[in-house]
């Protein structure tokens, strides 16, 4: 995550870091080197402390580096379409980042990195989900 915001830094324009849930919001406040503000982008998920913490329109023009979770390729992959019309251009990062832990089998968490240009703005009430 940090060597893909840097390089997006190297393009000129602002650059925010963000999620689509709490979990990985929390995570990637906590565990940056420099702890960036996090921002929460709600494409039909459920809001949480980020969705109040986050202004849409104060990030309009900016590049962000937007991290899903999402196990499933096609979850994954129904959430990047629903966050393309919110920017001028979306790209994955690279390959998934498989999250593993000793004594499990298995991924324990998928996480996808997008590469997001031009954020155009959305209404946060029209796109989210549940409370």
């Known amino acids: 995550m940090q060597a893909v915001r840097r390089a997006l830094e190297g393009e000129g324009r602002p650059v925010f870091v963000a999620g689509t849930t709490y979990r990985v919001n929390s995570v990637l406040a906590f565990y940056l080197p420099d702890k960036p503000p996090v921002r929460g982008l709600y ?10 913490w986050t202004d849409p329109k104060r990030l309009i023009g900016q590049n962000a580096v937007l991290c899903l979770e999402a196990n499933d390729p096609a979850v994954a992959g129904v959430l990047a379409a629903r966050v393309r019309p919110w920017f001028g251009s979306v790209e994955e990062a690279g390959p998934p980042v498989v999250v593993t832990r000793p ?29």
Not at 106 to 127: K, S
């Open 43 to 52: 494409p039909r998920t459920r809001r949480d402390q980020y969705f109040l």
């Open 103 to 131: 004594g499990f089998s298995g991924p324990v968490r998928t996480w996808r990195l997008l590469i997001c240009r031009d954020f155009r703005g959305y209404d946060p009430d029209a796109a989210a989900e549940g409370y």
